[in-house]
Structures are given as C-alpha cells and as structure tokens.
RNA sequence: GCCGUCUUAGCUCAGUGGUAGAGCACUCGCUUCACACGCGAUAGGUCACAAGUUCAAAUCUUGUAGACGGCACCA
C-alpha cells in the first residue's frame, strides 16, 4: 500500500464528514445497548448572524474532543447542535437590509412583514455556522438541530413566561432601566459596557434659591438633564446646607420650583455637596424621589432627543446638542460656576456602543430572588462544578448572591413576543395563548403586548427545551421530577410509566454532563440555565462547566473587527488542516488566553504529518506480504501474543501508561496534558525510538515485527481520535485488519441490522446502511496498569542513555556519520544482559561497528568515555580523537555532575533536613549523591589516564 | 472602591512545596532506504522584585512594580 508522501488535509476533510453524517454515526440512537449510560452535551447556540470565529473552534473542538471519547467509551452520546435567534443582532441585519435595497424603514412594511423578512433572512443567511460547524467534524446529532424560535421551544418559553408571571416572579413595572437610543430598546445591566472617556466634562450650575440672593451649586455631567430635575438634595447633617433646607428654587430655563431636601444619599465630601435630583433619569435620583414623593419628569424621546418636557427651546434637540445649549444659557444667565475637565466613565450598549441613557421606562422584569436561592443552593454544593475552579466558581457565587431583578423586555419586533394582552382599559392577561388570555379577560378585545423578550430568557431554557420540554400537554416529562410541581410535570401522569415506552430526551439526557462556554456569558447563560433548569425540571442543568480562556489577537488584545486582528479559522483549516487546528486548540491550558501564533498551529500540521509518515512507513511492507497475522490491540486481555524483546514490553508498558495517564487527563478537563502526553508518545516514544529499534526487523518483512507496529499505531490513532478526527479516520481505514469487529461492543451489530431502521423511523431520512467500518465507534483505549513494566521501562531507558551517549561522543569528537567504531560497555551483570539482547539495536542507532560489553571496561588511551546511570561507555578512537576536546568535554560533564552533587551533599549536611524531610526522600538523595560520586570518580580516572 | 488573575529560556506557553519543562527560533552536524512539515547533538532561565513561613519556595503568605479581567460607583 502507497501512501503519499506528505498528509493533505484536505482529501481527508473532503469526504469523512458526509460518511458518518449519513451513516448516523453521531446519533444517539445508534447504540445497540438499552443499558448504556448517557452521556451529553448542548452546544452554546451561536447566534444565526454569526460566523465561525476561533472561539467557537475552540469550545466546539473541546466538546467534539468530549463526545468523541465517550462515544468510543459505549455512551450513549448526543451533543445537540443548535443557533439562537439572536434578537438585537438580526433585527439589525434585516433593518439595515431593508433600508439599503428598498429604502424602507420596518414602520413602513409593518411588525407581520417585518418578522417574515427575519425568518427569511435567517433561512437564507442563519445556515453559514452549522455548515462551518460540518468543517470542524464536529460530531453534533444535526437531527436534533434547535432554533430558540422553534414553535415548541417558542412554546416553551410562554409557559415559563405563564408560570413566573403567575407566581409573581414576572411583573411589569416603571423603573430606569438602561436605554440603547440607537436601538431603541432597553438592555439588561450585562448588556452594559463601560467605556472610559478622558476629556469628559463636571459643569457646576448655580441655583437660585427663592427669597434669598444666594445660589446653590450643583455638579452635573449630564447637564442637559437639570431641565427634569424636581429637586436638590443635600446631607441633612451639612452644616453649609443646614438653613437651605426646606426652600425652594427657582430653577433656571424652566418656570418650575423645585424644593431643597436633605438626604442621606448626599455625600457632602464630594463635589459641592449638593445634587440636582432628577429621578426620571438617573436610578439614585429616581431612589432619592421615591423616598421623597418627588415628581418623575421625563424630558427625554425614546431616540435621545428631548421632549417637549424639557421646554420649547429644547424640544427636538439631541441630548448631547441640548446639553452643550444648557450650558450656553446658563453662561449667558450668569449662572454657569465653572467647567471642569473630568474623566468620566460611560455605560455603552454593548453592541453599538452608543452611551446609553438611563431612563424612567415601563418594562418586565422577573424578580430573581427565588431563582438566585435555586441557583445559589447548588453553587454551594459545587454545582456546576467549573474547571477551572478557580476564579470562576467564587465569582459566580458572588455575583449570585448580589443578584438583581432581571429586564426581560426588549423594544424590537425579532423575538418571542411577551405573552401578555391588554383591554382597552389596560387590563393585563398572561397566557400561552391570544384564546387563553381572551378567555382570561371575558371575551374582550385584547392587543399583544408589543416588546419582545429578551434572548438570554429563551437561551436560558436551552438545558430542557432543546429536549422537547414545552410546559405544555404534549411535554415530554420526566418520570420523577423533584421540585417539578410545574405545569408540565403535573400533567405527567399519564405517561409516567417509563417501563412501557421509550425514554423521551429530557429524561435520558438531563442533566446534561458539561457545559463548555466562554467566561463572558457566565452570568448571561450559565447561571440563568442553572436557575430556569432548576425550578422549571427539578434538575441540575449540567455537572461541570468548563471556561475556555479567550484566543487573543497576535497584538494580544481581544480579536475584533475593528482592532482588525482577527484570525480566520477557515482559513487556518485551508493552510494547516483541521485537525492540526482542533489539537492546537486543545493544547491550550484550560481557561488560559492565549496570544494567536501560527507557529503553535505549524507544530501539529508536523504532528499530523508524522502520524501519516509513521502510518506510512508501518504500511510499506504490508502490501508485499501475501498474509499478515490479524493486529491486536495491545492492551490487557486484547492482545494473546507474549512481547518478546525488549522494545516491545517498553512500547506496550509505554502505551497503557499513556492511556491511563490520557483518560485521566480528560476526566479532569486537561486537555492541554491529554495532547502533551499524545504527542510526546507518539513522537519520542514510537516514531523516535520504537520505530528505529525495530526498523530493521519491519524492512525485512517479518511479520511479528510488522503485526506489533501495527497494532501500537492503531490504538494511538484511537486515543488521537477525539482530536485529530479526520485524520486518525483516514489512515485507520487504510490499516490491514480493521473492521466493524473492533467496534465498541455498544456498537456491534448495529451495521447493517438494527440501526438502519432505527434511524429510519427516528429521522424520517434516508437512513443508509452503515456497513462500514469506522475508528468513530471502536475502542476509547483506556489502557491497563498491569502492562506497565517498570522494569523494561527502566532497561529500555539504559540503552537508550548509551545509545544517547554515544551518539554525543560522536558530535562533540566531530566524527561523520559515516564513520563506524566499535563501542565498549561495562556494567553488572544484568544490565550487561540487556545490552547483549539490544546489541542489534545499540549497533544501528549508535552507528556501531562492534560492541564490547563487560564487566570492566579495557580500552586503549585513545578512547573518548561517558558514563551513564547503570553503565560505562568507551569508544576508542585511535588517530580520530582530539585530546584536548575529550578533556573539555569530560571536563564539561564532571562539572554537571559533580554542581549537582554539590547541591546534594549540602542539603544532606543539614541537620534539620536530615531529621525533618521525610526519610525516603533523605535515601533518594544519599543515593543519587553516592551514585554522583561514582560517576564522578570514573570520569576523573579517565580524565586522568589522558594526560 | 471591592474581588480576582497574570508576570517562567529570544518568542508562544506548560508546570505549582522536594535536582527548572515543551514547541518554535538559535548553534553545530546529517540528501541515514516513513517523514527536511525530517534526523542527530548542543546551547539557553538567580521562574518580575522584596520580605516572611518551611529542613526545603518558581510553587505557600504579605508587600512592591507592571499587565489584565470582573463587579460596584461615578453629583
């Protein structure tokens, strides 16, 4: 069998993902055993307007890597795939759209046109993720595919909406709230950015006071609001204000009187000491009128421009334009104290970073006090569980336990629209439905509320809605819903017998195991899945919760378009391979930001490179030979053949320790370990060393030889799997001997038989009979510690220190490569065994002529000398060596040597270390300290036989 | 203001009480029959700084400096 010469990516991209897409191999269903445990994952739903970027690579690549493995470990394995509708940001798109092909604004084609245009915009455009996804081999069910707009999770929604509103937990009320005057609607404190602007300005405005001649001064940066100011507060306690109290002002541009009040609010070390109050437009002001009964006075549009509140002169003006004319006038009126420069930071709308204004507004909220308790009983019980721990699980806990009311409205027409009607009257009715809510209210006419909610509410059920929890009849409910006194759990009953019918989602694969996201939607998505799973399905939405770091820019920063440091992932597929850029993302510390550099990426387009070689290289004597002996996987119980040399037990000892230490790895979410210990052993272990030391073997076409490499390259392709899929995929179908027998036994019989029609009936497509083989369902290698053989690990590691040895004899000595030389070895008895069984191999990669093993070395003077651990190595040079180079270089290694013993022997001069360490590590080091002596004095010995 | 993270080899990053690691780059040598996206051999770090705890600190504590993140406030 031929193989290329270099791997190209993209043959093995162009046709793998089709195969199992088709095949059904990412379904569920597939798994033949009733009793296998499940396993599952939703995906973070990307936004339809999105587009691939490397974040998404990275969380997608750490959850495919998550799937894969448990997949091939016999789960019953589902990672649902999904996009959110993404309010603001397809209202946008469609906004814009409209205006630049048919000049039209959404007013002008109506809300019913509008929302079309949206669900169109989202058919035509909303696809760009998934597909890019396929790239990815993200190994997603696409059969299961939700859109939070989907008519059962939209369902899903009004009942939650139904259910909080009638607990009490939703209400409606006037608050300020933060507005977006670009996207004219309002924003929840998280979609609040805060942007620090150096040239902002601290004007001070003098008041008259009525029947005085004096002025009271207040500090303002938003003086364009004194014209809804009611009021002006000082500290009670405030001597300078004391008299002040309880008179009234005239307050300037306005023919209004406003009172002076005192206030605790009021700090009177800051500024002046006196604070215009103007409660429709700043939420302490907005406390202090409560607290006060002062009047609410609105003076600002919807779109930042003032309003016809705010006085004749002003009406119309934008906000920022009124402000500069407030300033003039009162200049002019001789009341403008000073201006000062002020460096002022502002809340921005997180997309369009506009300043938002806060505003006097009537919104929904939901009341979160019983939720943040749900969320907050399971945060101490270390639900999620976040890898890493640290910081994620004390910040999230706090910011829980400082929760507060949640505005769920929005102003746009994209998005579930709030389930509330109103009468003429102003009655409200919540329902799931215009009938029910008409019922409610007696037949009336009703209206629709006309906002809509906020994205995060419907995301925030993406745990239990994704698997078809409606809240209505038709939910399929969970058997034993613990805290499930909701509507969906109550009409239970009838079918809660599990025992005679199939397993709905919910209850198979709630609670989820992992959620995989960035840290920026912790509060946003994470928390809030916690709390609506909690209350709304009595169940943990997911036990872990792993934080991807951020991929930076190469300047560093965050990527954004406007920093235009961006890196493409598509693009590093089409130059480095996917898989290269799946196992480069997961060498990535968990939780770690990490600086773009494609030269990490480069390191694993090698990687990949040299698995295709040494697969190449495992496969060139194959096709010459008539019959090979059926491969065996080479781990405990799988494979009947006695190891017989040495590198064998070391590749099999060497392997299984891999495995275990792999699967461990993973089960801790340490990715960045699991590829370290994937790389270094397929690298160092197989193609450095096992490979050369059997090489000769292989060439000559024995069989023994050529079984064994193939059996240790066909796990590591299964433990490289989860990583590099298309890869490990390609070159697993090329291997002689690899069949849907060596399926994990959940997958065994399910080609051709059972699944096809299982499929079929599930998913309604043209389900096509899996006969084939795939590496996606064999065999997660979990590795066995009873293979590992510390003593050939150890023996194995003695030849290769002489093999190492000689070899930097031979480049510190110049000598080409080309030139052989006999190379002389004394040590006990055993280790002399050793060397004897290996000489073939010491011969080849030590470039020997001869060796001589001993128990003493005897050598002529002309020789170069080494020693190792368990050995002294000799390799005469007559007429080839340089005495003065030996002696530097003997020189060089006494000293290594003996600054180590140095740094022993001080530390076990110390009394206290003596008596207080731990005694093996005391005997560790009197060892390591005699062994140094030894090594020492036999490098001095020969030192001196030069001179 | 509060909470938190980071500072390790030229670069990008692991490690986290017991002799400092990787990849890339650098230096030297190899057209060695899987791979130059390769092979072999070197070199390179008082682990930001200071003090403390400890037999032992890059690792724990405190402080300092620099970089950064979250939250709150911002008259």
């Known amino acids: 069998m031929e193989l290329a010469k270099a791997y190209e990516p993209k043959e093995a991209e162009k046709h793998h993902y089709k195969r199992w897409e088709e095949s059904g191999f990412f379904r569920p269903e597939i798994i033949q055993n009733a009793d296998a445990e499940p396993y599952s994952i939703v995906i973070p739903p990307p936004n339809v307007t999105g587009s691939l970027h490397m974040g998404h690579a990275l969380q997608h690549t750490i959850m495919d890597v998550l799937t894969r493995r448990k997949r091939m470990q016999g789960f019953r394995t589902l990672w649902l795939p999904g996009t959110d509708h993404a309010g603001i940001s397809v209202q946008r798109k469609v906004v814009e759209q409209l205006k630049k092909e048919e000049q039209k604004s959404p007013l002008d084609i109506g809300r019913e046109e509008f929302i079309a245009r949206c669900w169109k915009w989202k058919e035509q455009y909303g696809n760009t993720i998934t597909e890019q996804m396929r790239r990815e081999g993200a190994s997603v069910d696409w059969t299961r595919h939700r859109f939070t707009m989907d008519e059962r999770l939209s369902a899903a929604v009004r009942s939650v909406f139904v259910t909080l509103y009638e ?115 700043d939420p302490n002001d907005y406390l202090v009128g409560e607290r006060h009964n002062l009047e609410q006075l609105l003076v600002m549009n919807m779109d930042g421009t003032m309003n016809a509140a705010a006085g004749a002169e002003f009406e119309g003006l934008d906000r920022f334009r009124a402000r500069e004319k407030v300033v003039e006038m009162f200049d002019e009126l001789g009341l403008l104290e000073k201006v000062d420069d002020y460096e002022i930071t502002l809340p921005v709308c997180e997309r369009c970073k506009t300043i938002v204004e806060p505003i006097l507004s009537e919104q929904w909220f939901v009341k979160m006090d019983e939720l943040r308790d749900l969320g907050l009983e399971l945060s101490r019980q270390n639900i999620p569980q976040f890898s890493p721990e640290v910081p994620h699980a004390k910040v999230y806990q706090t910011w829980l336990e400082n929760l507060k009311d949640w505005t769920i409205s929005r102003q746009l027409w994209w998005g579930h629209q709030i389930p509330a009607w109103y009468d003429d009257e102003g009655n409200v009715y919540v329902a799931r439905t215009e009938a029910e809510a008409k019922e409610k209210a007696g037949g009336k006419e009703l209206t629709q509320d006309n906002d809509v909610l906020d994205t995060w509410f419907s995301s925030g059920m993406w745990a239990f809605s994704t698997f078809g929890w409606t809240g209505c009849a038709d939910t399929p409910v969970r058997i034993a819903g613990s805290s499930g006194e909701t ?231 299964r433990m490289l799997h989860p990583f590099m899929p298309y890869l490990t995929e390609e070159l697993w179908q090329k291997l002689p001997g690899t069949s849907a027998e ?43 510690a009873g ?102 270089r003997l020189a060089t290694q006494i000293n290594k040597l003996a600054e180590e013993k140095t740094r022993l022997d001080a530390q076990l001069s110390n009394a206290n270390f003596v008596e207080k360490a731990p005694p093996e590590k005391v005997d560790g080091l009197r060892e390591r300290s005699a062994e140094l002596e030894h090594q020492i004095n036999t490098l001095n010995n020969n030192l001196e036989a030069l001179n």
Not at 200 to 223: E, F, H, N, Q, S
Not at 259 to 271: K, N, R, S
Not at 748 to 773: C, F, I, M, N, Y
């Open 742 to 784: 060596m399926h994990n036994a959940a997958y065994k019989h399910t080609v051709g038989t059972q699944a096809s029609s299982l499929l079929e009936e599930k998913s309604g497509q043209d389900a096509r009979v899996p006969t084939d083989k795939t590496i996606m369902l064999a065999d997660f290698p979990l590795g066995d």
């Open 167 to 281: 607990e009490g937990n939703i209400y409606r009320g006037l608050r300020i709230v933060n507005w977006c005057p670009k996207d004219k609607t309002v924003l929840s404190d998280l979609e609040v950015k805060e942007e620090t602007k150096k040239d902002g300005k601290l004007t001070y405005l003098k008041y008259p006071v009525i029947g005085t001649d004096a002025t009271i001064t207040v500090a303002t940066t938003r003086p364009e609001t004194m014209l809804g100011d009611t009021a002006v507060a000082v500290n009670g306690s405030d001597e300078r204000y004391k008299d002040l109290v309880g008179k009234t002002i005239a307050l300037p541009l306005t023919n209004r009187e406003i009172p002076i009040i005192a206030d605790e609010y009021v700090d009177a070390e800051f500024g002046t000491g006196a604070v215009k109050i103007t409660p429709a437009h």
């Open 487 to 717: 509507e969906g759990s109550r009409r239970s009953d009838a079918h809660a017998d599990k025992s005679v019918r199939t397993p709905t989602d919910l209850e198979t694969f709630l609670p989820t195991d992992v959620l995989v996201t960035g840290r920026d939607i912790i509060f946003l998505w994470v928390s809030r899945m916690m709390m609506l799973t909690k209350k709304f399905v009595g169940e943990t939405a997911f036990k872990d919760c792993v934080i991807t770091g951020t991929v930076l820019g190469k300047d560093g920063k965050p990527m954004s378009k406007s920093r235009n440091n961006g890196v493409d992932p598509i693009e590093m597929f089409d130059k480095f391979g996917v898989d290269a850029t799946r196992i480069y993302l997961s060498s990535i510390a968990t939780g770690a930001d990490v600086k773009w550099n494609d030269l990490g990426i480069e390191t694993y387009r090698n990687f990949a490179n040299k698995i295709w070689n040494a697969t190449r290289f495992s496969l060139m004597n194959v096709g010459t030979r008539a019959s090979l002996p059926a491969i065996e996987d080479p781990q405990a119980g799988k494979d009947a053949r006695v190891p017989t040399t040495l590198a064998d037990k070391w590749i099999i000892s060497r392997l299984n320790r891999t495995a275990l230490d792999l699967n461990r790895a993973l089960d801790k979410y340490e990715f960045h370990t699991a590829v370290s210990l994937l790389y270094h052993f397929f690298w160092d272990d197989f193609c450095d060393w096992y490979i050369e030391l059997r090489k000769d073997e292989i060439n000559a076409g024995d069989a023994e030889a050529t079984t064994r490499i193939l059996g240790i390259l066909e796990t590591a392709l």
């Open 787 to 888: 293979l590992i053989d510390e003593q050939a690990e150890r023996e194995m590691l003695a030849v290769i220190d002489v093999i190492k040895r000689v070899r930097n004899i031979r480049t510190e000595m110049q000598i080409s490569p080309s030139i052989k030389f006999d190379v002389h070895i004394a040590a006990d008895a055993g280790f002399q065994q050793v060397f004897r069984d290996n000489e073939a191999q010491i011969l080849k990669l030590a470039r020997a002529e001869k060796l001589v093993i001993s128990s003493e070395l005897d050598v002529p003077k002309a020789s170069a000398k080494t020693v190792t651990n368990d050995a002294v190595v000799a390799v005469p040079l007559e007429g080839l060596i340089d005495f003065d180079k030996e002696r530097e």
